[in-house]
């Protein structure tokens, strides 16, 4: 028998339920009601047409009335507000407003789409704020655009930093306007965590976007031209968007007495009725079960509406199905970067009290040798049972396809280490062999294997704090762009020849750029028996998550990116640095300045968006002048000018400066170096190069001794199995700095004795003491390579940290020089 079936609301949800039914019976009478002038509508576009993204105002019509009546064969009144629902008779109260007749219509079946409505909270002055717009619908979008157009708007500001704040916030900028954005909370887009959405703060402050966090609206003054915070910040305004938040359009449920859930929510079974049997909800309008940790919620947004919308039309057909929950899947722009989640973010599994662990990684989008490869800030959130909580994603490109793949997996209940054995498809312009997915995967594994143990950056101050020993295992010109508060360098590929620094009987605290060089850390400490924790994410989560606010006095001469067009004679280079993740783009830049002349400019572009910050702090550090530091694109480009910042002295962070002087001063533009060739391998000679390398390091310079040929027997430790010409070479030479002879007078080694005892008689360190000393003092100790091959020394007779490199090496460290010795 047919059906006469009601729909109010007939945008996302209804609208869907509607050619739906329709496709589904072919008899039945399908009724769609909408109390504005449009149905079907693209909600979700409107923010893009009032930023002249979206040309057409027609486009955003994705069915007209007739169009939808014509081709369904539906009865789509418009105009038409349903006022009352009466469960008892089953009939809908509407009143058509253009025409203002009012009548009952009965139903079969009902259907409740009526969405969701703004939260306009009662503000002082609000009244008289005619410069204050909410944006639901396209009459709200009409007035907004008309009101920008007639008012000569300059400064607009949006209180609320959800995905409507965040998208008008964007939009008006299109537009040319100066905006600030006001946000209760912490931080903006709240489906990410917080060190998630600081990326998107910079991104914010970046385009000259105020950003006002932590504060909220407390009055509107002047007819709206005045906004008061509630910290007391007056901020001028032209135009204000209020986009706080959205309630469920629950009114003619709660009259109905429709039952209601979680934030006055219609509740509905997986069925989608209501206490109702014949009368549904579906949309913004309705409480859905969290498909994670099973809570009730209402999660607005249009996937689950258009879901809903075909389901419960099959519910009507007697098609069996129902609504499991929602995922709460959703994506944003926020300038060039995309900002993607799903499931459960941290603050809201810490609401319930649920256990879960942390991966943060960095992987490229793509290959990074392949061009326009830029990272992925990715974090995945999953519980001891391995089961998959949520995931959430900022960076410029393939952000969505890996949540919108980690979405699948965990709809389907995926556990989190087999994300490592979905086969994703690949070529370099597109992914990695291994994708960032599957690197989640391996992650997890080797954490639920216990192959790693991971600390948050969170927790990070707290042992800076209490004084934990945290090691930074990244290369000395990362340094740079910053690091963790009293961690002590020791790159990677020394830390296995200097185990000896660290304590066996302490937790080690280890750290790179984004994870990696962390793990492979944490694995070299492990094996040795150290207890070792790898910062998760490294120092990029760390750093992001530290990011502070910087708003700016707005400027109507916006400043332009450098062309690239030199003031002097010196060609400027063009250095493009996209697709490599930090520290690659740094690394480059300094390359190449390394070969420039003074003056000379150099217009660097990264992928990046970190290399914006991190380009500041490396300049600042190495005297060079950063003239322009924009976004072009997807792009950070930056010109960057030698030497120009050393006019005024360098203001180093005086930990870094030390840092990085126990480690290598390739960096430094001061002479304050000394270095020193040891090439005799002689008692005396090695004694008096100790003792003038101690004396110039105790005077605070930087000292490199350059041991070469016979040089080398001064740092033999250990004895070491040879075979051929190194074998005689072993027998005829001294086996170490204690068995060195004397240049005259050895005597058959009595000479050496004897100077031996004298220096023990006036307490003198004996040469190996002293070496170890000068070690401490932090003198660089460099075997020569090419010396080591023709005499057959090998790496494992020295100690353990001798560092090893060719001329190169030590002509760098000469450049700083101004003391050069050669014994
Ligand atoms: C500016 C904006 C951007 C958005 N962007 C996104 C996005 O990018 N991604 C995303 O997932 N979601 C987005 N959303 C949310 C998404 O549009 C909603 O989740 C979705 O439209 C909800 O569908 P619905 O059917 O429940 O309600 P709606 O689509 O809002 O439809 C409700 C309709 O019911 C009508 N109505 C209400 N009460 C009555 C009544 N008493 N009588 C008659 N008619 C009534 C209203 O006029 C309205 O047309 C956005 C929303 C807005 C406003």
Same mark, same amino acid.
Request: aromatic fraction near 6%; charged fraction near 25%.
């Given at each position: 028998?047919?059906?006469?079936?009601?729909?109010?609301?007939?945008?996302?949800?209804?609208?869907?339920?509607?050619?739906?039914?329709?496709?589904?019976?072919?008899?039945?009478?399908?009724?769609?009601?909408?109390?504005?002038?449009?149905?079907?509508? =693209?909600?979700?576009?409107?923010?893009?047409?009032?930023?002249?993204?979206?040309?057409?105002?027609?486009?955003?019509?994705?069915?007209?009335?007739?169009?939808?009546?014509?081709?369904?064969?539906?009865?789509?009144?418009?105009?038409?507000?349903?006022?009352?629902?009466?469960?008892?008779?089953?009939?809908?109260?509407v009143h058509n407003t253009q025409s203002g007749e009012t009548y009952d219509e009965s139903f079969d079946e009902l259907i409740i789409s009526t969405g969701a409505k703004p939260i306009v909270p009662k503000i002082k002055g609000l009244a008289d704020a005619k410069n204050t717009f909410t944006l639901r619908n396209i009459p709200d979008m009409d007035q907004i655009k008309k009101y920008i157009a007639d008012h000569n708007v300059q400064t607009a500001t949006i209180i609320g930093g959800g995905f409507i704040g965040l998208e008008m916030m964007e939009n008006f900028k299109q537009l040319g306007l100066n905006v600030q954005l006001v946000e209760m909370s912490s931080q903006v887009m709240p489906n990410l965590d917080f060190e998630m959405a600081q990326q998107l703060h910079s991104q914010i402050n970046l385009h000259n976007v105020n950003l006002y966090l932590n504060d909220g609206l407390a009055e509107f003054q002047n007819d709206g031209k005045k906004l008061i915070l509630q910290?007391?910040?007056?901020?001028?305004?032209?135009?204000?968007?209020?986009?706080?938040?959205?309630?469920?359009?629950?009114?003619?449920?709660?009259?109905?007495?429709?039952?209601?859930?979680?934030?006055?929510?219609?509740?509905?079974?997986?069925?989608?009725?209501?206490?109702?049997?014949?009368?549904?909800?579906?949309?913004?309008?309705?409480?859905?079960?969290?498909?994670?940790?099973?809570?009730?919620?209402?999660?607005?947004?249009?996937?689950?509406?258009?879901?809903?919308?075909?389901?419960?039309?099959?519910?009507?057909?007697?098609?069996?199905?129902?609504?499991?929950?929602?995922?709460?899947?959703?994506?944003?722009?926020?300038?060039?970067?995309?900002?993607?989640?799903?499931?459960?973010?941290?603050?809201?599994?810490?609401?319930?009290?649920?256990? @879960?662990?942390?991966?943060?990684?960095?992987?490229?989008?793509?290959?990074?040798? @392949?061009?326009?490869?830029?990272?992925?800030?990715? !974090?995945?959130?999953?519980?001891?049972?391995?089961?998959?909580?949520?995931?959430?994603?900022?960076?410029?490109?393939?952000?969505?396809?890996?949540?919108?793949?980690?979405?699948? =997996?965990?709809?389907?209940?995926? !556990?989190?280490?087999?994300?490592? *054995?979905?086969?994703?498809? @690949?070529?370099?312009?597109?992914?990695?062999?291994?994708?960032?997915?599957?690197?989640?995967?391996?992650?997890?594994?080797?954490?639920?294997?216990?192959?790693?143990?991971?600390?948050?950056?969170?927790?990070?101050?707290?042992?800076? %704090?209490?004084?934990?020993?945290?090691? %930074?295992?990244?290369?000395?010109?990362?340094?740079?762009?910053?690091?963790?508060?009293?961690?002590?360098?020791?790159?990677?590929?020394?830390?296995?020849?200097?185990?000896?620094?660290?304590?066996?009987?302490?937790?080690? @605290?280890?750290?790179?750029?984004?994870?990696?060089?962390?793990?492979?850390? #944490?694995?070299?400490?492990?094996?040795?028996?150290?207890?070792?924790?790898?910062?998760?994410?490294?120092?990029?989560?760390?750093?992001?998550?530290?990011?502070?606010?910087?708003?700016?006095?707005?400027?109507?001469?916006?400043?332009?990116?450098?062309?690239?067009?030199?003031?002097?004679?010196?060609?400027?280079?063009?250095?493009?640095?996209?697709?490599?993740?930090?520290?690659?783009?740094?690394?480059?830049?300094?390359?190449?300045?390394?070969?420039?002349?003074?003056?000379?400019?150099?217009?660097?572009?990264?992928?990046?968006?970190?290399?914006?910050?991190?380009?500041?702090?490396?300049?600042?550090?190495?005297?060079?002048?950063?003239? *322009?530091?924009?976004?072009?694109?997807?792009?950070?480009?930056?010109?960057?000018?030698?030497?120009?910042? =050393?006019?005024?002295?360098?203001?180093?962070?005086?930990?870094? =400066?030390?840092?990085?002087?126990?480690? %290598?001063?390739?960096?430094?533009?001061?002479?304050?170096?000394?270095?020193?060739?040891?090439?005799?391998?002689?008692?005396?000679?090695?004694?008096? *190069?100790?003792?003038?390398?101690?004396?110039?390091?105790?005077?605070?310079?930087?000292?490199?001794?350059?041991?070469?040929?016979?040089?080398?027997?001064?740092?033999?430790?250990?004895?070491?199995?040879?075979?051929?010409?190194?074998?005689?070479?072993?027998?005829?030479?001294?086996?170490?700095? %204690?068995?060195?002879?004397?240049?005259?007078?050895?005597?058959?080694?009595?000479?050496?004795?004897?100077?031996? #005892?004298?220096?023990? !008689?006036?307490?003198?360190?004996?040469?190996?003491? &002293?070496?170890?000393?000068?070690?401490?003092?932090?003198?660089?100790?460099?075997?020569?390579?090419?010396? &080591?091959?023709?005499?057959?020394?090998?790496?494992?007779?020295?100690?353990?940290?001798?560092?090893?490199?060719?001329?190169?090496?030590?002509?760098?460290?000469?450049?700083?020089?101004?003391?050069?010795?050669?014994?």
């Amino acid at each position: 028998m047919a059906k006469k079936i009601l729909i109010i609301g007939g945008v996302a949800g209804g609208a869907t339920a509607a050619t739906r039914l329709r496709r589904l019976n072919e008899d039945d009478e399908i009724i769609l009601f909408d109390k504005g002038e449009y149905i079907s509508f =693209a909600n979700c576009g409107l923010p893009y047409y009032i930023g002249g993204t979206i040309k057409e105002r027609d486009s955003l019509m994705v069915q007209t009335v007739e169009g939808m009546e014509k081709q369904y064969g539906l009865d789509v009144r418009n105009f038409s507000d349903a006022t009352k629902i009466d469960p008892e008779k089953n009939t809908v109260t509407v009143h058509n407003t253009q025409s203002g007749e009012t009548y009952d219509e009965s139903f079969d079946e009902l259907i409740i789409s009526t969405g969701a409505k703004p939260i306009v909270p009662k503000i002082k002055g609000l009244a008289d704020a005619k410069n204050t717009f909410t944006l639901r619908n396209i009459p709200d979008m009409d007035q907004i655009k008309k009101y920008i157009a007639d008012h000569n708007v300059q400064t607009a500001t949006i209180i609320g930093g959800g995905f409507i704040g965040l998208e008008m916030m964007e939009n008006f900028k299109q537009l040319g306007l100066n905006v600030q954005l006001v946000e209760m909370s912490s931080q903006v887009m709240p489906n990410l965590d917080f060190e998630m959405a600081q990326q998107l703060h910079s991104q914010i402050n970046l385009h000259n976007v105020n950003l006002y966090l932590n504060d909220g609206l407390a009055e509107f003054q002047n007819d709206g031209k005045k906004l008061i915070l509630q910290s007391g910040k007056e901020l001028e305004t032209d135009m204000t968007i209020l986009s706080i938040g959205i309630t469920p359009a629950n009114d003619l449920a709660k009259d109905a007495k429709i039952e209601l859930g979680f934030k006055n929510a219609i509740k509905v079974n997986k069925q989608l009725q209501t206490n109702y049997p014949n009368i549904y909800a579906i949309g913004d309008v309705i409480q859905v079960n969290n498909l994670v940790d099973g809570s009730e919620t209402n999660i607005p947004l249009a996937w689950p509406a258009n879901r809903q919308g075909r389901l419960v039309a099959d519910i009507i057909n007697g098609i069996p199905a129902e609504y499991p929950g929602t995922q709460g899947t959703s994506v944003a722009k926020v300038f060039e970067l995309t900002a993607a989640s799903t499931g459960d973010n941290e603050k809201t599994l810490q609401r319930q009290n649920i256990p @879960y662990h942390v991966i943060h990684i960095h992987p490229n989008s793509s290959a990074g040798y @392949y061009p326009g490869a830029s990272p992925i800030n990715l !974090k995945l959130l999953y519980n001891d049972d391995k089961q998959i909580l949520g995931a959430q994603a900022v960076g410029t490109k393939g952000v969505e396809k890996r949540i919108d793949v980690i979405s699948t =997996a965990m709809r389907f209940g995926a !556990k989190v280490d087999e994300l490592s *054995s979905i086969e994703l498809s @690949y070529a370099p312009p597109y992914s990695s062999a291994k994708d960032p997915v599957n690197m989640l995967g391996y992650v997890a594994d080797n954490e639920i294997n216990h192959r790693t143990k991971t600390i948050e950056w969170d927790q990070v101050d707290r042992l800076v %704090d209490e004084k934990a020993t945290i090691i %930074d295992v990244r290369n000395d010109f990362e340094l740079t762009t910053g690091k963790i508060p009293s961690s002590k360098l020791i790159p990677l590929n020394q830390l296995r020849d200097r185990l000896n620094e660290l304590p066996k009987d302490k937790t080690i @605290y280890v750290y790179c750029q984004v994870g990696l060089r962390g793990y492979n850390a #944490s694995r070299v400490l492990a094996n040795d028996g150290f207890d070792v924790v790898n910062i998760d994410g490294g120092f990029k989560t760390y750093k992001i998550a530290k990011y502070e606010i910087k708003n700016k006095p707005f400027s109507k001469n916006k400043v332009k990116t450098s062309s690239g067009s030199s003031s002097n004679n010196l060609k400027t280079l063009q250095v493009d640095a996209c697709g490599l993740q930090c520290p690659g783009p740094i690394l480059k830049v300094k390359q190449h300045m390394d070969k420039m002349d003074d003056g000379q400019k150099m217009v660097v572009k990264a992928s990046d968006f970190g290399f914006s910050a991190d380009i500041e702090s490396w300049a600042k550090n190495t005297g060079n002048k950063v003239l *322009s530091n924009d976004i072009d694109g997807d792009t950070v480009v930056a010109t960057v000018q030698k030497g120009q910042g =050393a006019s005024t002295p360098v203001k180093q962070d005086p930990e870094l =400066a030390a840092e990085l002087a126990l480690n %290598d001063g390739q960096l430094h533009e001061t002479k304050e170096g000394a270095t020193m060739v040891v090439f005799d391998g002689d008692l005396d000679k090695a004694l008096a *190069s100790l003792i003038i390398a101690t004396g110039a390091a105790a005077m605070g310079k930087k000292v490199t001794m350059f041991f070469t040929f016979w040089g080398l027997n001064v740092l033999k430790k250990n004895k070491v199995k040879k075979h051929g010409v190194a074998k005689m070479f072993d027998m005829m030479l001294p086996s170490g700095a %204690d068995k060195l002879p004397l240049s005259t007078m050895n005597m058959g080694g009595l000479g050496s004795k004897m100077i031996k #005892s004298v220096m023990k !008689k006036n307490n003198v360190d004996p040469l190996p003491v &002293m070496i170890r000393k000068a070690n401490d003092l932090g003198i660089k100790f460099v075997a020569c390579t090419m010396s &080591m091959g023709l005499m057959g020394v090998k790496k494992e007779e020295l100690y353990s940290f001798v560092e090893y490199g060719g001329v190169a090496t030590y002509l760098g460290d000469t450049e700083n020089s101004n003391l050069n010795l050669f014994i």
